[in-house]
């Protein structure tokens, strides 16, 4: 059974920092692209950033471009979210997303798995 689990979420005040973790099991890891997105009750869920199988590309959403910074440790099936200098606007619940395949997609649909999301609060 594919499990990705979020952790790492909280609440900080604005130009603090977080850091997401994925941790996956069940799956191929290193063959599947990472992707976070994230979702507030008044937007509907977000492509926030990608990352390939490899780690060796990575696609930002223009607002994190510069605070937010995505790794991948796939020994450790793991996927990670710095997330620094942050926002009011950051504020969602946080969601990791798997797909097979070499390629960062910005949709939610081609995503076959996800996490069941954490919180990011951050207030002003």
């Known amino acids: 059974q594919v499990q990705l689990v979020e952790s790492g979420g909280g609440l900080v005040q604005a130009g603090g920092s977080l850091t997401l973790s994925c941790a996956a099991s069940?799956?191929?890891?290193?063959?599947?692209?990472i992707a976070w997105f994230r979702q507030s009750p008044w937007k509907e869920r977000e492509f926030v950033v990608g990352?390939?199988?490899?780690?060796?590309?990575?696609v930002y959403t223009d607002s994190v471009k510069g605070r937010f910074t995505i790794s991948r440790d796939n020994a450790k099936s793991t996927v990670y979210l710095q997330m620094n200098s942050l926002k009011p606007e950051d504020t969602g619940v946080y969601y990791c997303?798997?797909?097979?395949?070499?390629?960062?997609?910005?949709?939610?649909?081609?995503?076959?798995?996800w996490g069941q999301g954490t919180q990011v609060t951050v207030s002003s």
């Open positions: 997303a798997a797909n097979a395949g070499p390629l960062i997609y910005r949709s939610s649909r081609p995503y076959d798995y």
């Open positions: 069940g799956l191929t890891f290193s063959s599947h692209t």
């Open positions: 990352i390939t199988v490899s780690g060796g590309n990575t």
